[in-house]
Each structure stands twice: as structure tokens, then as C-alpha cells.
């Protein structure tokens, strides 16, 4: 597609149980990640894909985070057991990267809003 | 590691005016990025400009410009002529080149209203 994908746009759930989201990033970005926004605190680094090196997971908050990229293309962000403070704007980004760093910079996608009730 | 400040939680500007967003920065290295991205309630980060560390010149976009003052570790957003779609959070950014995880820091943010 044109741009990066997320989905759902919303997701309500009750504490306790586990939630998926989705990003469908540009054709051909290698580099995709995850960033959580929560209300008054900027974004926050969660993971880092890029190509097949192994992740940088470095930001996941705990161990009920997880996500994976598979074929180097969708990526899914789980997060088990979900709390309360899990609720927050989920963004994905994703960028082409040669040499030193993103050619154009990030494109993100419009983000999941999660509401752990 | 890195850190970025926005010490504007809000502003508010006439339409048509000019104003000036601030950031600023804490690193000790020498190559890397700066950015401003804006974002309107719809939720997507869009790009506003761009700016490498080792060029001394100020990024210019359109209505966008940077003030950019390395040994000050300063960034600031100047927004000329501004229209009521600037309306948006605006946050400043920062990303080191090289090495192997391009990973942006984020300020808190700023919020902007363009008042008619």
C-alpha cells in the first residue's frame, strides 16, 4: 500500500486477556518500529526491526510484550495479560535504510488506541 | 542516551502569524538528526522537516524553518504565515547515525492552536 497500515484503529478490551495489533508497513521499508504514546508522556521506543538481524527489543517494558516480523514485512505487537496501564496509542513506523540511517526519515501509520477496561 | 525537551506544553497563535516552537536536546555525540513532526488529531506523525548535524546551514520547508544551534544543543520550529491546519501536537526528535538501530527520542511534545 501506499502507507503504513494498523489495525484495529481502536481495540477495547478487559483487563486480563491478551491483544494483537497489526502493522502492514510499506512495500520494500526494511526497518520497522513499534512506539507507545501514552497520554503526557511522548512516544516511547518499544522494538526495532531491521532486515533479519536479530530485534532490538531493548524498550519492551516487561515480558508480557512481545512482537514479531514475519517475512520481513507485517509485524504483530502482543501484549499478554493486558493492565490497565497498557492503554495508551500504539504507533508503527516504519523506513528504507541504506548507509548511515533512513533515507526519508520514518513514515508512521495512524496507530492502534488500546483501552484496557 | 539521549534526551530531548520541549518545555512548551501549549501555545496558541493568530492565523497568519508567525511562532516559534523550542526544543532542545542533550547528547554526546557528534553525527546525527534532528526532527519536527506534527500531529493532528487524526493520530499519524507526519514529517514537518529535517535536519543533519554536520550542516551548519538551517533547514527551510515552505512556512517550516529550523533554527538550528549545535553548541547550544538547541532546535527550534519557526512557523511563518501560520494557518488554522497547523492546529497539531508538534514533536522534536532526535536519531544518531551509524550504528545499528535508528531509533527516534522523542520530546513530550507541543501542543499548537491556530486561532482564527
Known amino acids: 500500500g501506499a502507507g503504513v497500515s494498523q489495525s484495529p484503529s481502536n481495540k477495547v478490551t478487559e483487563k486480563g486477556k491478551d491483544v494483537e495489533l497489526r502493522c502492514d508497513p510499506i512495500s520494500g521499508h526494511t526497518a520497522l518500529y513499534w512506539y507507545r504514546q501514552s497520554l503526557g508522556q511522548g512516544l516511547e521506543f518499544l522494538i526495532y526491526?531491521?532486515?533479519?538481524?536479530?530485534?532490538?527489543k531493548s524498550g519492551l517494558p516487561s515480558d508480557r510484550f512481545s512482537a514479531e516480523r514475519t517475512g520481513g514485512s507485517v509485524s504483530t505487537l502482543t501484549i499478554q495479560r493486558t493492565q490497565q496501564e497498557d492503554s495508551a496509542v500504539y504507533l508503527c513506523?516504519?523506513?528504507?535504510?541504506?548507509?548511515?540511517?533512513?533515507?526519508?526519515?520514518?513514515?508512521f501509520g495512524s496507530g492502534t488506541r488500546l483501552t484496557v477496561v | 542516551a539521549q534526551t530531548v525537551t520541549q518545555s512548551q506544553p501549549e501555545m496558541s497563535v493568530q492565523e497568519a502569524e508567525t511562532v516559534t516552537l523550542s526544543c532542545t536536546y542533550d547528547?554526546?555525540?557528534?553525527?546525527?538528526?534532528l526532527f519536527w513532526y506534527k500531529q493532528p488529531p487524526s493520530r499519524q506523525m507526519i514529517l514537518v522537516i529535517r535536519q543533519e548535524a554536520y550542516k551548519q546551514q538551517n533547514a527551510t520547508e515552505n512556512r517550516f524553518s529550523v533554527n538550528f544551534q549545535k553548541a547550544a544543543k538547541s532546535f527550534s520550529l519557526k512557523i511563518s504565515d501560520s494557518q488554522l491546519g497547523d492546529t497539531a501536537m508538534y514533536f522534536c526528535a532526535f536519531m544518531k547515525s551509524g550504528g545499528s538501530n535508528y531509533k527516534l527520542t522523542f520530546g513530550k511534545g507541543t501542543l499548537l492552536t491556530v486561532n482564527p
Open positions: 547528547t554526546s555525540e557528534s553525527n546525527y538528526y
Open positions: 526491526f531491521q532486515g533479519n538481524s536479530a530485534p532490538d
Open positions: 513506523a516504519s523506513s528504507l535504510v541504506i548507509g548511515g540511517g533512513p533515507l526519508y526519515g520514518y513514515t
